[in-house]
């Protein structure tokens, strides 16, 4: 029955943990223009993970209404680190859509200014009990200034600007991440990296409705563990020795 019990928490245990956390999804790219956005997942996404986005404004206790809410369920299967989802034409009842996983409207009240502003807007990322209830805000990413009552505050959202949030020009239009998206040894290192506006190519106003965003996966390299080292070690040692008897 120990065995048993034993075998059962390490089964357990190695089980992958796939609770979101903040940062643990990041922004890289935002198009007013075609209403649609890019995020990394830097963590694994597990199966039938329900994030909810909203571009009301956030006071520091509750958003306020007159915009929108939407959610993104991933699907059926887990979403591995490094994916790049591509979130499009979200003012479109009918052509909104997600690259990986499902894209919905939320019937919250107020709910009718569908779409990212072209002149300046705030959208959030977030988990929640519900659209309007959030418990654990992922990223926020702005075209206006946070912390004003127009475009929205990060107080209480545990984001901070160049750690979770990201601050573009005003009344961008588009803007991407365009730095590294490999070599860094793990997934939670592309976090700064990402959140560094200065690692944003920017392009202001404009007309971008057709522009389509870099999906290209994030990777990682692989750092031989101790182990690993100690292993070629003793192998080492032993060619070492056979070359001494040989001699």
């Known amino acids: 029955m120990l065995k048993k019990f034993v075998l059962s928490v390490a089964a357990a245990a190695a089980l992958p943990a796939f609770a979101l956390n903040t940062g643990d999804l990041a922004f890289t790219a935002f198009n007013a223009d075609e209403d649609g956005w ?3 997942a830097l963590a694994d996404v597990g199966a ?3 994030v909810y986005f909203s571009d009301n404004e956030w006071d520091g206790a509750a958003f306020n209404t007159g915009e929108s809410f939407s959610s993104w369920t991933s699907g059926a299967s887990s979403i591995a680190a490094g994916t790049v989802i591509r979130f499009s034409k979200t003012d479109n009842s009918t052509l909104l859509a997600a690259s990986v996983g499902t894209l919905a409207r939320e019937t919250v009240a107020s709910s009718t200014n569908w779409g990212l502003s072209a002149t ?3 959208l959030y990322a977030y988990l929640g009990t519900s659209a309007a209830v959030p418990t ?3 990223a ?10 127009v475009d929205g505050s990060l107080s209480n959202t ?3 600007l160049g750690a979770g949030a990201i601050q573009l020009k005003a009344g961008s239009d588009y803007a991407e991440y365009s730095s590294a998206r490999s070599g860094q040894t793990s997934f939670a290192d592309y976090k700064t990296l990402v959140s560094d506006v200065s690692k944003w190519n920017d392009l202001g ?3 971008f409705t057709n522009t389509v965003p870099d999906t290209t996966a994030f990777s990682v390299t692989a750092i031989p563990e101790p182990e690993t080292y100690a292993l070629m070690l003793v192998g080492l040692a032993a060619l070492g020795m056979l ?4 001699a």
Do not use: K
Not at 140 to 149: K, V
Not at 243 to 246: A, D, G, I, T, Y
């Open 136 to 138: 654990t805000f992922l």
């Open 48 to 50: 039938d993970t329900q």
């Open 38 to 40: 890019a995020m990394v």
């Open 205 to 207: 106003d404009g007309s």
């Open 120 to 122: 300046a807007d705030t």
């Open 140 to 149: 926020a990413i702005s075209s206006g200034t946070f912390g004003t009552l």
């Open 158 to 160: 545990g984001l901070a």
């Open 243 to 246: 070359s001494r008897r040989r």
